[in-house]
């Protein structure tokens, strides 16, 4: 069975701090990686993808992935309040079908 | 535009109602999505329409009818539901085949079966 892990948290940072979160696949034959994030009541909105190995930035997000050791990370530098929220782990294992992990909730602390 | 719509916001129905749930997207994409998420779980995939056919179904009840009339628009035709069908029921798009499968969800419904 195609598995993406994440630890459901609460991961708590102060604002302004780094927050940290990884994912774990199974499937080897993985294709591309997502993040959402998702604030409660809402829909998930797509953050950051990666396909290839090593780092990819877009503003205070980083995306790391590392396919030999299958797995992939969410950095998210100057934490504000407003970035409390969950955060999906996704990942296109092929024929259009996104693995999603249980989330990784994170919570701010002005 | 990375937008997708969808229509209503909330519904609430008794289980002898039929109802139906519409999504709308203008990004040009060939792939649209239904999926189900129950509190503090993650989307769980219901249906995949790919170039307006159906390409999969993850073995879901037949009270649910999807139906996609055209590539920007698509449908879940709910009848005869459960109490435990109460979720938020997303829609996505992508491009289709040969991409990254980049999904954008669109706001949701939030169904209550009562």
């Known amino acids: 069975q195609k598995e993406v892990e994440q630890n459901s948290g609460p991961l708590s940072v102060p604002e302004g701090a780094i927050a940290s979160l990884n994912c774990t696949y199974s499937d080897r034959g993985s294709q591309s990686f997502f993040w959402y994030r998702q604030y409660s009541g809402k829909s998930p909105e797509l953050i950051m993808f990666?396909?290839?190995?090593g780092d990819k930035e877009d503003g205070r997000f980083t995306a790391q992935l590392n396919k030999a050791s299958q797995y992939v990370s969410l950095l998210i530098r100057d934490s504000q309040p407003s970035d409390s929220a969950t955060y999906l782990c996704a990942v296109n294992t092929g024929f259009q079908k996104l693995v999603f992990g249980t989330g990784t909730r994170l919570l701010v602390s002005p | 535009d990375t937008e997708v719509t969808q229509t209503p916001k909330h519904l609430v129905m008794g289980m002898t109602n039929k109802k139906s749930l519409k999504c709308e997207q203008h990004m040009g994409h060939r792939a649209m999505y239904w999926y189900k998420q129950k509190a503090k779980k993650p989307p769980e995939l219901m249906f995949v329409y790919s170039y307006e056919k159906l390409s999969i179904n993850e073995s879901v009840p037949s009270r649910f009818s999807p139906e996609c009339p055209n590539s920007s628009l698509l449908n879940l035709h709910l009848h005869a539901l459960q109490p435990e069908d109460s979720a938020l029921y997303l829609c996505?798009?992508?491009?289709?085949?040969?991409?990254?499968?980049?999904?954008?969800f669109g706001p949701g419904t939030r169904l209550t079966v009562l």
């Open positions: 996505a798009s992508s491009q289709g085949k040969d991409s990254y499968n980049e999904q954008f």
């Open positions: 990666i396909y290839s190995n």
